[in-house]
Nanobody, 124 residues
Framework: QVQLIESGGGLVQPGGSLRLSCAASGRTISTYTMGWFRQSPGEERNIVAVVGWKTGSTHYAESVTGRFTISRDNAKNTVYLQMNSLKPEDTAVYFC?????????????????WGQGTQVTVSS
């Protein structure tokens, strides 16, 4: 069992930055592929970014490529999402997810463990 807790969300103006953290407990994340998803009211939960467990390879949704960076610190059992140049359309609840020995999955159905989410609001 892996427990995931997200933090770092909040209210930010357009063009601003936030860094989300996902702290894991229960097991080391070194063998887990980790993903960030987001969900707006009435919308599906969609992939934002993924970082693989074996080589640290990454994948980003097209809408965030060049603005967001996912990273992992296995020693701290934590995954991060650095978000720059934020736009109002980035407003959503952001979720961290994990799957053991996973490929670079982009579908939420492939992930076994989820955090409770952190709200990000981009507004002036």
């Amino acid at each position: 069992q892996v427990q995931l807790i997200e933090s770092g969300g909040g209210l930010v103006q357009p063009g601003g930055s936030l860094r989300l953290s996902c702290a894991a407990s229960g097991r080391t994340i070194s063998t887990y592929t980790m993903g960030w998803f987001r969900q707006s009211p009435g919308e599906e939960r969609n992939i934002v970014a993924v970082v693989g467990w074996k080589t640290g390879s990454t994948h980003y949704a097209e809408s965030v490529t060049g603005r967001f960076t996912i990273s992992r610190d296995n020693a701290k059992n934590t995954v991060y999402l650095q978000m720059n140049s934020l736009k109002p359309e980035d407003t959503a609840v952001y979720f961290c997810a994990a799957v053991m020995y996973g490929s670079i999955y982009t579908e939420k159905e492939n992930y076994d463990y989820w955090g409770q989410g952190t709200q990000v609001t981009v507004s002036s």
